[in-house]
Antibody, heavy 122, light 107 residues
Framework: VELVQSEGGVVRPGGSLRLSCAAS????????MHWVRQTPGKGLEWVSL????????YYAESVKGRFTISRDNSKNSLYLQMNSLRGEDTALYYC????????????????WGQGTTVTVSS | EIVMTQSPATLSVSPGEGATLSCRAS??????LAWYQQKPGQAPRLLIS???SRATGIPARFSGSGSGTEFTLTISSLQSEDFAVYYC??????????FGQGTRVEI
């Protein structure tokens, strides 16, 4: 069971970046997926969630309207399109798999990617 | 948004001793609480879900308890590999799911 994330990068404020996460070793199209970010100052912050079929998506208020989560189940891949980036979006971003152990389990993360660094700076 | 508060921020423990970490929610989260371990340079790893159920492969020295607003992660007889940062996360009231700020367990 593995999640392998694409490389991040340095982006200017107002710019865009797309993160990818490739899943293997589990039935991807049965799982809720998440993006979580981490900064030294704010710790772990949940960013977004997408349902197994991509029909339902949810976002943290801090990124709503700027970030878009999506998935391609035919490619076992998860994405995060980040637009209008700000300095406060600078973080280590993780993709993570939701649990599958009963009601509500999809809301915690039982497998995590290796993380990718996004730096927003001029 | 539910605020999760962990204490202490840092816990100094000798190998072989036990450790008790606390997590408090600003309102009831029932038993919808998870614990994660994070070592330097690594992603978080799920330890506990449902407040007390160990994840696959997690040693029995890790145990979770609590419900409502007060939760505890207990590590009995710390091993060298247990020195890390531990986070709690509530998933009862969402979005958003929210994390505590972490407790660092150090030698």
């Amino acid at each position: 069971v593995e999640l392998v994330q694409s490389e991040g990068g340095v982006v200017r404020p107002g710019g865009s970046l797309r993160l990818s996460c490739a899943a293997s070793g589990f039935t991807f199209d049965e799982c809720t997926m998440h993006w979580v970010r981490q900064t030294p100052g704010k710790g772990l912050e949940w960013v977004s969630l997408i349902s197994w079929d991509g029909e339902s998506t949810y976002y943290a208020e801090s990124v709503k309207g700027r970030f878009t989560i999506s998935r391609d189940n035919s490619k076992n891949s998860l994405y995060l399109q980040m637009n209008s980036l700000r300095g406060e979006d600078t973080a280590l971003y993780y993709c993570a798999k939701g649990g599958q152990s009963g009601p509500g389990s999809h809301l915690y993360m039982d497998v995590w990617g290796q993380g990718t660094t996004v730096t927003v700076s001029s | 948004e539910i605020v999760m508060t962990q204490s202490p921020a840092t816990l100094s423990v000798s190998p072989g001793e036990g450790a008790t970490l606390s997590c408090r929610a600003s309102q009831s989260v029932n038993k919808n609480l998870a614990w994660y371990q994070q070592k330097p340079g690594q992603a978080p790893r799920l330890l506990i879900s449902g407040a007390s159920s160990r994840a696959t492969g997690i040693p029995a020295r890790f145990s979770g308890s609590g419900s409502g607003t007060e939760f505890t992660l207990t590590i009995s007889s710390l091993q060298s590999e247990d020195f890390a940062v531990y986070y709690c996360q509530q998933y009862n009231d969402w979005p958003p799911v929210t994390f505590g700020q972490g407790t660092r367990v150090e030698i």
